[in-house]
């Protein structure tokens, strides 16, 4: 009797296996058209004419593909000086925060000194406190240095966020004692033994590291927006909103911009995939 | 025998040499200067400034709690408060979500699984400043996508981020679409971590699928859901971006939407109140804590350690 009826058991296994498999795809397909559909819709629109950006229903496809949207975005607003500015503003706080996050993370994780547990508390402790209640002496601080509306106001605070030290900390924890004991056995004074023993092997840390700070650094709004208020010195989400303020209607330009201000982390995503799914896990998990 | 060799010896196998302090001091010195001046005076100074009047050119004064008196008898901070506790809810939805395509996206032998991963995950390391304007444009009352859509399936319309009922709801529902591809990847990695045999033991016990995830899946991968929840709600906690370019300044349902992080950023930097700016920012700081303490109790009735 059970020899009989396995075969058959199979078959409808099978059966209800292939409609479930079905129903995934259509499920996820639907998904991921609700995900990306606000790129296509940024995308149509950025080539549409702003009469027909307007109009009520909407046209889905253009009528004719008016290209220089992309050209009269850079005529409304300073997109060379801004992208710049976020370039040069992400290079200074990612290489800042990969030189400071390191050095003080193989301190704690591979030295022993005193008040090493009390300092290591006051670091972590930062981690828990929401930003806000640091933006307003940091704006005193850099005003004091007289360093408003400048590239380094921008990277300054976020050069010493702990959160690079945490996610290296961990990384460098796991790695086996035997490593600094048998450098120092060869004579090798902790500085060696960082940088050229636990930093070479850190390199996935240290590339989540640099991949979730050169995020948070391209698209933070709120600390650029009160730091540097001349337009020479915006970044680029900070120079779309205020453009959103003065030519809110303008919906082809502003999605063109718009469109231009994500396409780098989104390109870099696409060939770096691997490595940004990696440091989305790395700090997500505790 | 000769003292070079000591943090070496046996001695020092189980308990490395406190002798490293002078290199600690040495390497740590620009760190530690950097996280006084940039983060633990910052948090002196705002509880400084929350207890202080004066303004930005004059300098202040400590002269009590008048500042704490009046933001928390005041009406734009409860409301405030309460917008951004409905916000963090609405956005949580996005769990669930996250648990379906991640469920969906384990199963094996699936094909497309990169690309489903990586348009899940586009939003993800988009600038929320650009894409809250496209959201912006696609709420839009009179000609935006989402009306039509709606008109075309029979449903009610609106002006999504022009009206006040709706404008909180109509941001939230980015903040999930924003932060699908975060919890995607977090519950992702809590699957991967369930072993094989586990699921295979019960489905040769007969369970089918809906058994085997209510049974083994769900209990297995309820630290990973509580991670995602806590960050989840941590995250909008903080919201400003999104409410700050889909709304702008003049628009009509701002007032009734205000995320408490709005508040902050209008009270320091628009009316220039830093004090008043800093007491919202340490209420924020004990509603963090409250309502992440709060998840972290209620966890014990829903969260399994293996």
New interface residues.
Partial sequence: MPERSRPGRGQDARAGLRA??VA?YL??AV??L???A??L??FL?SVKSLRE??????VIWPSAWHWENYQRIFDVLPVETMAVNSLLALILRVTGQLL??S??A??FAR????L?RA?LT??LA?L???????????Y??IRDLNWLNTIQALA??G??S?FG?FILYQFMRSLP?EL??AA??D?A???QI?RRIILPLCIPALAAVTIMTS?FS??D??WP??INTDPSRMT???G??TL??AQ?TD?PV??A???L??LP??L???LL?KQ??QG??MS??? | MTVAHTPGGPAARSRRPSGDGRWAAILLAVPVLGLVVFYLWPLIRTAILSVSTGNPFLGYQITGFDNWVQVLTGDELPRALLNTLVYAAVVLLGVPLAMIAAVLLHQRGLRFRGLFRVLYFLPVVTMPAAVAMVWRYIYNGDFGLLNEVLATMGLPTTAWVADPRTALYAVAVVGIWMGLGTNLIILAAGLEAIPDSVTEAAMLDGAGPVRRFASITAPLLSPSVFLVSVLSVIGSLQMFDLLFVMLGRTNPALADSKTIVYLFYEEAFVRSDRPLGAVIALVTLVVTLIVTAIQFRLQRRWVHYA
């Fill in positions: 479930g498999r995934t499920v996820l998904g991921a609700l995900m990306v606000p790129f819709w940024q629109t950006s307007t109009v009520a229903p909407p400071i996050a050095l003080a193989f301190c030295l022993r000194f005193p090493q300092l006051l670091f930062t828990m406190v929401p930003p806000q209640l640091f933006i307003i002496p940091q005193e601080v300054l605070p050069i010493f702990s030290m004692v600094d004991e120092r056995i004579g004074n902790p500085w960082y995020l391209w698209n709004l709120l927006l009160v680029l989400p900070v779309l909103a959103q303020g809110g919906y502003l999605m911009g718009s469109l201000a994500i982390m989104v870099i995503f696409v995939q940004f799914i989305i896990a997500g998990s505790k």
